[in-house]
Structures are given as structure tokens and as C-alpha cells.
């Protein structure tokens, strides 16, 4: 087991790509703090951890809310003492309401600000002292191909996504002497719940296939896989990277 008794808060894991890797990161060892808005599915994926014959527990956390971050932090120290791992997953995509910057409402602008960027940044605030204190630990956020380039209609979520890059590149920077890791994960399009309303559209749908060279969407499991990798001592020489998990869609 590559994860075996470390310590992992996931964020956004009731459902989706959080979810899976809730899931695979059980299945490899580690203790997961599920931290889930949704508390009917986050407490549905701590119960899929316990028929693994894991350990797990659920904390309804809105990442977006400082006291509900605070507080995870302060579950997963009760719990276990440590954490070794945080992966910053949790967003929103305001699909038909965000749009281009003139339409765009203060409300679709700010709500997804608020859970896409400043969410990671005040997970990694209040876990990087306890990995400080522990020697060392390891972050993975969830970026996007959107913030690398530009995607019509999609302002808000791209500006988050940037900023997570941005955010991901300064942390790296600083924390690295510490023993911090921190990488991010570049998703294609994946088919979730997140993106359900985007790929109800059949056209669309079929649009977004043809765009990746690999020719199909991507599903939360393909993600799993490089979270553990990223979290695993295999990486321990990877430090401020973007690893794309998206199909080949960067290449074109």
C-alpha cells in the first residue's frame, strides 16, 4: 500500500473526481478525511471507505468559509494528529450563468472565486503549519486546461483556475525547503456531476469528445491514479508541477 497511514483531507469528495480518489487513496492505505458541502454524499463516500475496512471520517466543510476550513483542519487532528496530505479539489462551475466579463453577474463572479481560489488557499493555510510542524507533508490542487488558455463564456471558472496555478507555483516556491510538496493536477473534461449540465448537450458533448486527441472524455478514476502517484514517495523529487490528465487536449 503506497499511502499506508498517512493522513489525507480531500476536499469536494462526495462526489466526482474527489470522490475517486477518496476511494483509491482508502484502497491504498490512507486514513481520508472526507471534507464535502453535501453532507449526504460526503458522508456516503466515508461509508463506501468503512466497507473497504478503512478508516475514514466526514466534515461537512464549505471551503469557501474560514470557520468551516478551520475546522476540518481541527476533525482530521482529533481523528488522527496529523495530516500528510491535503487535496484541494472542491469548485463549482456556474455552467450558463458564467459567461463573457459584460454579462458576467457579481454574484456568478464572486461565488466562484470564492470556492475555486480562495477555497484552496485557505485549506493550505490552515494545514501547511501542522505539516510545518510534522516535517513536511503534501499538497495537489485541482487546476485547468481553462486556466492556460482562453475558452469562450467561461471568465469566471478560468480566472479561478489561473489563479490556482498562480497560487500552486507561489506555494511551491516556499514551502519546498520545508518538505511541502505542492503539485497541481490539470483535469480535461471529465465526466461528472460538476459538468453535467455542460454535457447534457449532446452536441456539446460530442464537441468536447472531438477536441481531445484521445477521443473520449475523461472519468474521475483517470484522475486517482496520478493523485496517488503525486502523494506517493515515488514523487518525492516533483515539486511545482502541472501534471495534465486531460486526454491529449493541451497538445492541439
Known amino acids: 500500500m503506497r499511502l499506508k497511514n498517512r493522513v489525507a483531507i480531500i476536499t469536494g469528495a462526495g462526489a466526482g473526481i474527489g470522490k475517486a480518489v477518496?476511494?483509491?487513496?482508502?484502497?491504498e492505505g490512507a486514513k481520508v478525511v472526507v471534507a464535502e458541502?453535501?453532507?449526504?454524499?460526503?458522508?456516503?463516500?466515508?461509508?463506501?471507505?468503512?466497507?473497504l475496512k478503512r478508516e475514514g471520517a466526514f466534515v461537512r466543510t464549505d471551503v469557501a468559509e474560514e470557520s468551516d476550513v478551520r475546522g476540518m483542519v481541527e476533525t482530521a487532528l482529533e481523528h488522527y494528529g496529523r495530516v500528510d496530505i491535503l487535496i484541494n479539489n472542491a469548485g463549482v462551475l456556474m455552467a450558463g450563468k458564467d459567461t463573457r466579463v459584460h454579462e458576467l453577474s457579481n454574484d456568478v463572479w464572486e461565488r466562484t472565486l470564492a470556492v475555486n481560489l480562495r477555497g484552496h488557499w485557505l485549506c493550505a493555510k490552515y494545514v501547511i503549519p501542522t505539516m510545518l510542524k510534522q516535517g513536511g507533508g503534501c499538497i495537489i490542487n485541482l487546476a485547468?486546461?481553462?486556466?492556460?488558455?482562453?475558452?469562450?463564456?467561461?471568465?469566471?471558472?478560468?480566472?479561478?483556475?489561473?489563479?490556482i496555478i498562480a497560487l500552486t507555483r507561489a506555494m511551491a516556491a516556499d514551502y519546498s525547503r520545508d518538505h511541502i510538496r505542492v503539485n497541481a493536477i490539470v483535469p480535461g473534461t471529465i465526466d461528472t456531476p460538476m459538468n453535467a449540465v455542460t454535457l447534457s448537450d449532446e452536441h456539446r458533448r460530442e464537441e468536447l469528445i472531438a477536441m481531445a486527441p484521445g477521443g473520449r472524455l475523461g472519468t474521475a478514476s483517470d484522475l486517482a491514479g496520478m493523485a496517488v502517484f503525486l502523494a506517493s514517495d515515488e514523487a518525492e523529487y516533483c515539486m511545482g508541477g502541472f501534471y495534465m490528465v486531460d486526454g491529449g487536449l493541451m497538445t492541439v
Open 144 to 163: 485547468s486546461p481553462t486556466g492556460m488558455r482562453g475558452y469562450q463564456g467561461l471568465t469566471a471558472y478560468s480566472v479561478s483556475k489561473g489563479g
Open 22 to 27: 477518496a476511494l483509491q487513496y482508502a484502497w
Open 37 to 51: 458541502i453535501n453532507a449526504e454524499t460526503g458522508q456516503a463516500t466515508a461509508d463506501e471507505i468503512h466497507a
